[in-house]
């Protein structure tokens, strides 16, 4: 592999396995075993199959605990702690032929975070987004967003070993777009929970709102907390 497709394959694996890791170890082992790409020696063992009927295994899990409201924010929530950790590894592995001429040690430490770093900030994103979306009951948004991750992360790996210039185009993108994105979206998961955590202060604001002084008609200000609603009993001309 040349550096662009190292990098590449470094960056790319980090970001996929921080939304499917094990959609990723199984696309990136199958590839190198029908001879689609070649593996650096420290990512080979991708290509067992042992290690590729676990991925598939829990990929299948992945898939139908990923469509289910509030089971797929757990899911994410258990994989903080797999996702990160697998997506630094992945990128020093792809890393591991390439020397940068910075030492090996200090290569690895630096592949290292930034991999985790790409890891965190694609499954973060995918996890907020999860959290958000699972504020409305109904299944069906679930399951467009899990097949549209899905899609994102096979496309994503289809790039990185076929036009690995076109990724770092998308990238560059998705990293702008997680700078906008990722502060609204937990911005709003923080609103919503916590006015479920005080809903009495929420009402509380909701009746101070509604009995606020308005100005009728008259250009008077009515403090009688009734506003726009109150209205006159009918005139008897009698």
């Given at each position: 592999?040349?550096?662009?497709?190292?990098?590449?394959?470094?960056?790319?694996?980090?970001?996929?396995?921080?939304?499917?890791?094990?959609?990723?170890?199984?696309?990136?082992?199958?590839?190198?075993?029908?001879?689609?790409?070649?593996?650096?020696?420290?990512?080979?063992?991708?290509?067992?199959?042992?290690?590729?009927?676990?991925?598939?295994?829990?990929?299948?899990?992945?898939?139908?605990?990923?469509?289910?409201?509030?089971?797929?924010?757990?899911?994410?929530?258990?994989?903080?702690?797999?996702?990160?950790?697998?997506?630094?590894?992945?990128?020093?592995?792809?890393?591991?032929?390439?020397?940068?001429?910075?030492?090996?040690?200090?290569?690895?430490?630096?592949?290292?975070?930034?991999?985790?770093?790409?890891?965190?900030g694609s499954h973060f994103t995918k996890a907020g987004s999860r959290a958000a979306i699972n504020t409305s009951p109904e299944p069906v948004t679930n399951t467009i967003?899990?097949?549209?991750?899905?899609?994102?992360?096979?496309?994503?790996?289809?790039?990185?070993?076929?036009?690995?210039?076109?990724?770092?185009?998308?990238?560059?993108?998705?990293?702008?777009?997680?700078?906008?994105?990722?502060?609204?979206?937990?911005?709003?998961?923080?609103?919503?929970?916590?006015?479920?955590?005080?809903?009495?202060?929420?009402?509380?604001?909701?009746?101070?709102?509604?009995?606020?002084?308005?100005?009728?008609?008259?250009?008077?200000?009515?403090?009688?907390?009734?506003?726009?609603?109150?209205?006159?009993?009918?005139?008897?001309?009698?």
């Amino acid at each position: 592999m040349g550096v662009i497709e190292t990098l590449a394959l470094g960056m790319g694996g980090a970001w996929a396995s921080g939304i499917n890791l094990y959609g990723t170890v199984v696309v990136l082992g199958m590839m190198d075993n029908f001879g689609l790409i070649t593996l650096p020696p420290d990512l080979q063992i991708l290509t067992s199959w042992w290690v590729l009927c676990f991925a598939v295994l829990f990929y299948l899990i992945e898939f139908i605990a990923d469509k289910i409201p509030f089971v797929d924010s757990v899911w994410d929530a258990i994989h903080t702690f797999i996702r990160i950790p697998a997506g630094a590894l992945l990128a020093a592995g792809a890393m591991s032929g390439l020397d940068a001429g910075m030492g090996e040690d200090v290569q690895t430490v630096i592949t290292l975070l930034i991999g985790g770093t790409v890891a965190a900030g694609s499954h973060f994103t995918k996890a907020g987004s999860r959290a958000a979306i699972n504020t409305s009951p109904e299944p069906v948004t679930n399951t467009i967003a899990s097949v549209t991750e899905d899609v994102a992360v096979f496309g994503a790996l289809y790039t990185v070993a076929f036009h690995p210039v076109v990724f770092f185009v998308l990238f560059a993108m998705f990293v702008l777009l997680l700078i906008w994105l990722v502060p609204k979206i937990w911005r709003f998961i923080g609103d919503v929970f916590g006015n479920a955590r005080h809903p009495s202060a929420a009402c509380s604001q909701a009746r101070a709102h509604q009995s606020a002084p308005t100005m009728n008609q008259t250009g008077k200000i009515d403090l009688s907390g009734a506003g726009h609603n109150a209205q006159l009993p009918p005139h008897d001309p009698k």
